[in-house]
């Protein structure tokens, strides 16, 4: 039984363990993408400069300590979040990453799923990000999730819907 459990923490020690400072940009981005969760903040504090500058629908972000709180707040509520990425454009040091994002919320629609299709842009330096935008529907993502406000905002799209 010990050497079971000896096995097991070992493994698992190399997983959580695991640096990126043998990975590549797209790799790091991926990896970043698909383990952040709130469990493993760390995750922000190897991946981005001390000096990153993130934008979103939501606002702007300047520093590593307010994208770390960003990260945490935006996550407290989380009960799943996965990323899946069809395409990576990569220039240099610069990447666009197209990805499909499903997420669950108690605090959004009604604890369903949301999906939602975006993308973001990363600029590395030195091996750490110090840009990083992501472009998506706010509308889709929030506002259509919440009661009433987002039967209005349904409403509203529905009158600007063009017909096939």
């Known amino acids: 039984m010990k050497i079971i459990l000896f096995f097991i923490l070992t493994l698992s020690s190399l997983t959580w ?20 969760n709130k469990d493993s903040m760390h995750l922000v504090d190897e991946f981005y400069d001390k000096n990153i500058e993130f934008h979103d629908p939501i606002g702007t972000i300047k520093g590593l300590g307010q994208m770390r709180s960003y990260y945490e707040n935006l996550y407290k ?3 799943t979040i996965k990323f899946e990425f ?30 939602l299709d975006g993308n973001s842009v990363i600029k590395f330096k030195n091996g750490k990000a110090v840009y990083h ?11 259509e999730n919440i009661p ?17």
């Open 86 to 115: 069809s395409q990576f454009i990569e220039s240099g040091d610069d990447i666009v990453g197209i990805w499909k994002m499903t997420l669950v919320t108690e605090k959004l629609n009604n604890g369903e799923p949301i999906i």
């Open 133 to 143: 935008r992501d472009y998506f529907d706010m509308g889709a993502f929030i506002y």
């Open 77 to 79: 509520n989380v009960k």
């Open 17 to 36: 363990g695991q640096t990126m400072n043998n990975m590549t940009n797209r790799e790091k981005f991926q990896f970043v993408f698909e383990k952040l």
């Open 148 to 164: 009433f406000f987002g039967y209005v905002v349904k409403k509203i799209k529905q009158q600007f819907k063009v017909e096939k």
